[in-house]
């Protein structure tokens, strides 16, 4: 949910036609042929999480299925509702993150209020965690790391500070928490340390811009680093470097994205930072695949640009490989993907926000490849391996 866009008309229809359900009617997953046949490799598959817009209880999952025993690639929609009939509102409102570990695929379902754990092999529902408002996800060591608004769904300068929730991969069981800054984001973990990014976004215009540093040991937070305004997503490259996007604050402070590393003294540090817009990004070697989506409250208008950064020599590279005519099409980015071996990538398109989003598959010189519809809002995506 990287925006709060509710169209009330809309929701009042859904509203409307959600209340006049005495039988909870199950829409079958629907399969669309791509008619390009799939490559050998180690992937059978990629689960893609559709946010759906707030308050219409749309969020799904989608399957992109790659099986190279198979002739053409497939992408089945809405599998989550179909394999799990007896959960009721399906998957629930504004699914926000969506991760692999082990055997288990989790869910984060923002508006609901809770994780959804399923099997990675078939998407059958295990369990259910609640978690107030909660975001992001990372794991490591049996734990599954959850970052949380804490507070209700809505704009407010006294909103509380956020927290991080520690959960038993095991038995599902919340073990601990701790709390960290104002609508902490994405996280991630560095050696036995847990980095997040705190946002602010409810606070606006006083937005946070730290990073929580948490001890995984003693499950406390250690100091908060300052990073750029509003930051959103953490990354870490295999330098162990940790990237920070920040949002700024759409009008005079722009968006930009930080490089922090370990200085003298083993701390990290913000090194530099790049002066691009960064809304999404995926890292794969020494190569940070992004797009960026500028808003301006002055225009109210977004401005649209792809490209790569050498994470070794923290340069934007001059590519063809953004230069497909397919890409002018694309209305609104909100994610993307690439296969960590072959270098092939996806991007999603979330359109208008309230109908079918679309996901593009783009060869590794950057070629367009196919196009599927998916559900609605596409965000996020997680590879299946063999």
């Known amino acids: 949910m990287k925006r709060f866009s509710l169209f009330y008309i809309a929701y009042l229809i859904l509203a409307v036609v959600s209340s006049c359900r005495e039988d909870f009617y199950i829409i079958p997953s629907q399969n669309q042929d791509t008619g390009v046949a799939p490559t050998r490799g180690n992937i059978l598959g990629m689960y893609v999480l559709n946010e759906g817009n707030m308050g219409s209880n749309k969020a799904s999952i989608d399957f992109l299925d790659l099986d190279e025993n198979k002739p053409t690639v497939h992408y089945l929609r809405n599998i989550y509702s179909e394999r799990n009939p007896n959960v009721v509102k399906e998957l629930g409102d504004v699914g926000n993150d969506i991760k692999i570990y082990g055997s288990k695929l989790w869910i984060v379902v923002n508006v609901s209020n809770k994780v959804e754990v399923a099997t990675a092999d078939s998407c059958k529902r295990i369990t259910q965690i609640n978690i107030p408002n909660c975001r992001y996800l990372a794991f490591k060591d049996g734990f599954a790391y959850v970052s949380s608004y804490v507070g209700p769904v809505k704009f407010d300068k006294d909103a509380p500070l956020g927290m991080v929730y520690k959960v038993d991969t095991v038995d599902f069981k919340k073990k601990d928490s701790v709390v960290v800054g104002y609508q902490p984001e994405e996280l991630c973990i560095v050696d036995n340390k847990l980095y997040v990014a705190n946002s602010g976004g409810y606070r606006a215009p006083n937005y946070d811009q730290t990073l929580s540093e948490i001890d995984l ?134 359109k208008n926000y309230v109908s079918s989003g679309s996901l593009l598959h783009f060869k590794s010189d950057g070629t367009f490849d196919w196009s599927v519809q998916t559900g609605d809002i596409p965000g996020h995506a997680t590879f299946v391996y063999k």
């Open 217 to 350: 040991t003693t499950f406390k937070e250690i100091r908060k680093i300052k990073v750029g305004l509003n930051p959103h997503h953490c990354q870490v490259d295999h330098y162990g470097q940790i990237w920070v996007t920040s949002r700024g604050n759409y009008n005079d402070v722009p968006s930009r994205i930080y490089r922090l590393y370990k200085a003298r003294n083993q701390l990290y540090e913000v090194m530099d930072s790049i002066d691009t817009p960064v809304s999404g990004l995926s890292i794969v070697g020494d190569s940070l695949y992004y797009y960026g989506t500028a808003w301006n409250n002055a225009t109210a208008t977004n401005n649209i640009s792809y490209g790569l950064i050498n994470v070794r020599t923290h340069k934007i590279i001059d590519t063809n490989l953004f230069s497909a005519p397919q890409l002018k099409a694309i209305t609104m980015p909100y994610g993307i993907i690439v296969n960590p071996v072959e270098r092939d990538f996806y991007l999603m398109d979330a």
